[in-house]
């Protein structure tokens, strides 16, 4: 089941900043974290690359940062920020525009990188095939969370609260 799908997610970070997750899902199977690239040409590159290479011709080349690399920081600030979850609840996904050829791209980890052609197919395998890590309750506590981190505004005020009602729901529940 899913139940919280979010575009802008801010997540403080520890030194006292904060870490925008563009686009995420959460899902009882984990979060399934989404970097879109919009590119033409082709790209290769290495996980363990600091820099990826475009070309848009045989003679034509841009280098770009590693996408993988931003991604490891999303997730490690979700696993700083939600201390009692592991990286093996973390789906990283790289969608590449279709008129952009993967060529040669060495991983390591779990990490997708994929052309937007096999997106859904991909994705929709992994939500069949991954064992479930969160359940209904979490799967609640966290969208409550993460639904209040989706503007950045007064962020650190609005998670107070939250915590502090949610503490309060706790102690209800105790009661009865």
């Not at 929709?124 to 950045?152: C, F, H, I, W, Y």
């Amino acid at each position: 089941t899913t139940l919280f799908r979010s575009v802008d997610t801010y997540m403080p970070t520890s030194d006292g900043g904060t870490r925008v997750i563009h686009l995420m899902m959460l899902h009882q199977t984990g979060f399934y974290l989404f970097q879109s690239l919009q590119m033409q040409g082709w790209i290769i590159g290495s996980e363990d690359s600091r820099w990826w290479t475009r070309f848009t011709s045989p003679e034509k080349k841009n280098y770009f940062d590693n996408p993988i690399w931003r991604m490891d920081e999303d997730i490690q600030a979700m696993i700083d920020f939600f201390p009692k979850t592991k990286r093996d609840f973390f789906h990283p996904f790289i969608v590449v525009d279709d008129a952009c050829e993967l060529r040669d791209i060495k991983l390591s980890s779990d990490v997708q990188v994929i052309n937007q052609a096999s997106f859904e197919t991909t994705l929709k395998t992994m939500l069949d095939d991954a064992e479930t890590v969160l359940s209904k309750g979490n799967l609640a506590q966290l969208s409550r969370v993460l639904a209040v981190m989706q503007n950045g505004a007064g962020l650190e005020q609005r998670l107070l609260d939250l915590k502090r009602s949610m503490k309060e729901e706790s102690e209800r529940k105790r009661i009865l």
